[in-house]
């Protein structure tokens, strides 16, 4: 099945002006000859937006393994500062029709992707690589739907996998007199109190840099924020109980019980002590295993009382956007190489991310890995809590995205109560919908 999408042919048509684009592949992007280094091997771009407090490290290291190894490829990495930024980053080089080959895209981007840019779905890239078997084999049924989009297209390879947890220093709870993780919202805030009050520390941050911890927030009190009827979407932020999520949010932030900060500098303060608890993805785990100098804990997601947990994957898929098939192919095997179970072993343990492939998660060095840190428990428990990220359709994304975060600053602000602001934005993206 090819995959040809009305976006890149406008981008193609409007960066050549000249009315006549390179003939199409079997793939549906347009066919050029592969790069090659001096020794030979085709070379692949893989755009990545792991920093190296957030696996980094990791990404780097085996980027070098699998080159001192292959005797045919070569794979060069870019840095881009998070998913959004990848993909705003991925229109520049578009519109200048110099793809990458490889890219991490967000599960929340999982419609804007497939319908703005050219790209090999997985299953292809595997089948013509001789693995047709390769997806089918390697992932469980529900990660499968992670990476595949409305029109059930598997538009990448699911690759990294988190869902947020709550960590605390329990250092400060003992200096505090408290004795057990929070399990509900209102016992954060609680539980926020009292630090303010006996210790003088910072108590509390939910993440910030992306709407996706935000959406864990809100559908623990029974919220959601987009709903699905077929491939007709509808947000859904003004609901009530979004309403009364803001409102609590806000409370606390006006009260000085939480800070309104970008999410590094949050982690910054954390890791140095001076913040009691931040609400962040468990793939940060490793990054304040390594900086924290002081007792961490972990534990679930909170709840608003009365509710049912739920928990947004979190990560991406690795999507391919190669312009020939040999390159595909080079590719295919990278991806081989990063979803080998001891490379799976170490990207957990460098992000702490969960294990997503079934070769993984019965490997002894799993297993021995989840003995050796109990850290990694809290998110290893809710996997059967989780729930999809909200993917915004088509073009919409990108602004439904910034619509949202707006929203959160507006009302943590308190330049607009919190019912005015979800119904504006609710209003807005509804309108970028249709």
Known sequence: MQTTRRDFLKIAASVAGLGILAPLSACGTPSSSAATTDGGKVQVEYWHTNPQSRGGDTVEAQIEAFNAQSADVEVVARYNDGYDGLMKNLQADAAANKMPD??????????????????????????????????????????????????????????????????????????????????????????????????????????ENDTWALQAYLACNGGDMLKWEGQKAQATLSDDANVKAMEFYYEMVRDKL????????????????????????????????????????????????????????????????????ARRKAVMEFVEYLYQADNIVDWVKGTGYVAHTKTAQESDAMKQLLEDDPLRAA?????????????????????????????????????????????????????LIK
């Open 102 to 207: 490889l890219v991490q895209v967000s599960y929340s981007n999982i419609e804007y992707f497939p319908s703005t840019f050219a790209f090999t779905p997985a299953d292809q890239v595997a089948k013509l690589a001789g693995k047709s078997d390769f997806i089918s084999s390697e992932f469980p049924d529900n990660i499968i739907k992670l990476g595949t989009d409305s029109r059930g297209e598997v538009v990448g390879f699911p690759y990294a996998v988190s869902d947020p947890i709550f960590y605390y220093n329990a250092d400060v709870f003992a200096e505090a007199g408290i004795d057990k993780a929070p399990e509900t919202w209102q016992e954060v805030r609680d539980d926020a109190r009292v630090i303010l009050d006996k210790t003088g520390k910072q108590p509390f941050h939910l993440q």
């Open 258 to 325: 939480a800070i309104h900060i970008s999410t590094d500098e949050a982690l910054k303060a954390f890791n140095a002590g001076d913040l009691a608890m931040i609400a962040t993805s468990c793939a940060n785990l490793a990054g304040i295993e390594k900086a924290a100098q002081f007792t961490v804990a972990t534990s679930k997601w909170p709840v608003f009382e009365g509710q049912r947990r739920r928990v947004p994957a979190g990560g991406c898929v690795l999507a391919v956007t190669s312009s020939d098939d």
């Open 379 to 431: 998110a290893a428990s809710q996997v059967d809590d989780i729930i999809p990220w909200a993917a915004w359709p088509g073009d919409s994304a990108q602004q439904a995205q910034q619509t949202i975060s707006d929203m959160r600053d507006q009302v943590l602000s308190g330049s607009k109560d919190a019912k005015t602001a979800l119904t504006d934005a609710n209003d807005k993206i509804n309108g």
